[in-house]
């Protein structure tokens, strides 16, 4: 603990690698918590409540963080969902950015028009973390250094790629055009990618990479705000994003057929990742990204430092699942959660956090299937998930805490004010 301001601050640590979550010391209110399935994404996200963001402003920065230090899974060049509590407006509201069609990606607009509805911060600042990793360097985290190892012939040179050296976890990596793109749209605004000579740069990369993509496609693209799939959890509703963006329909279903229905017959989405926070105004969020594989089509879009995603079969989500879980007549953010790479890893956890009340990290750690094991040589179709939740003590008090799974090496962080 240390002083800032007068106000005593708390930092709290779990990590995706047998972390018991953000737990709650006596006399402090944990109501501000990020995670996300990598470690300085999650990071970055608690510094942006402490500097007084809200949950949409943390996960905006997790997200292009991620671009950076977890490009195998989330980026630019492809796409994602949200889910979006607004206490203000007491409303959950779904926020799509798919890949369109013609190939243009939703990334970059997409977290615009998230942070442009419900984010306090200016967007310079939360683009600018991301930025800097990418032209001074960061230390390779286990998650990008396993992704890395597991899609050699799609990694970028950076990473390894053809005739480079294996990707090993701590060797600092910089991605200077990415970071000269990233530059452009901080300095030009979120626009410069999708108009002008950027877009020019990115289209024509896109062709050689032999994915078309036109100038016109990138001006057209716009982000979707939609309703969501509710569903009465006692006095509380649970939200999931529709379709096509994450597996909302296919969640729904496996809420009503429990964990047996979850480990059986529901696709793998290699490639996905997950980022949420609850801030203290009750405001909750849940993202999922997908590339569409490890590293996407492991093509870059030119010179800009853009990996392109793959292209998805028709009808195929690029995300497992997220979900936020609000109590509706007094607006407050009870859960956020997200589910990479399989629909179970969303499901089960869901099913254990809200019927059998277990905390965050117990809920993740449970087996999703037969030879499922809480380790990170789980079977692909455990996938990985991120989980946070709020409970209130006798007193009225609320407690969040969040948890990174286990299965992975993402990490839960929050921040605790009071005494």
Known sequence: MWRLGGAVTLILLAAGCGGNGTERPAGFDVLNVA??????????????????????????????????????????????????????????????????????????RGLFSLHGAHGTLRWAELIGSAENLARFGHPMSRALARDAAAAPDRAPPPLGGTGGAPAVEGTTVEFPALAATLGRVRRDGVGAFYEGDLARQVAEGAAEAGQPLTVQALRA?????????????????????????????????????????????????????????????????????????????????????????????????????????????????????????????????LRERLRDDRPPADALAGPRGPGDRAGPEAPADAGRGVLIGCAWDRGETKTCRGAADPRGFGLAAGTATGG
Do not use: K
């Open 35 to 108: 995670v996300a399935d990598e470690p300085r994404a999650a990071l970055i996200g608690r510094d942006v409540l402490r500097r007084g963001g809200n949950a949409a402003d943390a996960v905006t920065a997790m997200a292009l963080t991620m671009a950076v230090t977890l490009p195998s899974r989330v980026g630019p060049g492809a796409g994602g969902a949200c889910l979006v509590h607004d206490p203000a407006e007491g409303s959950v509201r779904a926020l799509q950015f798919l890949p369109g069609g013609d190939g243009a990606p939703g990334f970059l």
């Open 221 to 349: 693209y716009r982000p979707a705000w939609t309703d969501t799939i509710e569903i009465e959890v006692g006095n509380d509703l649970l939200h999931f994003a529709p379709a096509p963006g994450v597996s909302g329909p296919v969640q729904q279903r496996l809420w009503a057929g429990g964990a047996e229905a979850a480990a059986a017959g529901a696709p793998v989405l290699p490639g996905g990742a997950s980022a949420a926070a609850v801030s203290a105004d009750e405001m909750a969020v849940a993202c999922g990204f997908g590339m569409g594989a490890l590293f996407g089509s492991g093509a870059a879009a030119g010179d800009t430092g853009v990996l392109l995603a793959a292209p998805a079969p028709p009808g195929r989500p690029l995300h497992g699942g997220v979900a936020v879980v609000v109590n509706e007549p007094l607006a407050r953010a009870l859960l956020a959660a997200g589910g990479a790479d399989a629909a179970a890893a969303l499901a089960v956890p």
